[in-house]
């Protein structure tokens, strides 16, 4: 099993939208908008690394209004 943590910066006024996209992915944990350097962050567990590239660049990328993400891997 991998966990990650997947910051989201997003265009301004966007976070709703993404916050709801984002709950539709399987995978994803936990979602919430944040203060300071992003504007959303997700958890998500995954069975291995290329489900979870699978969902960071064809699910949450492809999102409108996605400016950038950066991924954190838990050390399990």
Same mark, same amino acid.
């Given at each position: 099993m991998e966990t990650a943590y997947i910051?989201?910066?997003c265009e301004m006024g966007a976070e709703?939208? %993404?916050v709801d996209g984002v709950k539709t992915i399987d995978d994803v944990k936990e979602v919430s908008g944040v203060f300071g350097n992003y504007d959303i962050i997700i958890?998500?567990?995954c069975s291995? %690394?290329?489900d979870?590239?699978?969902i960071i660049t064809?699910?949450?990328r492809h999102l409108d209004q996605v400016k950038c993400?950066?991924?954190l891997m838990c050390a399990n």
């Open positions: 910051m989201i910066n709703g939208a %993404i958890k998500v567990e291995d %690394i290329e979870l590239r699978d064809r699910k949450i993400t950066t991924t």
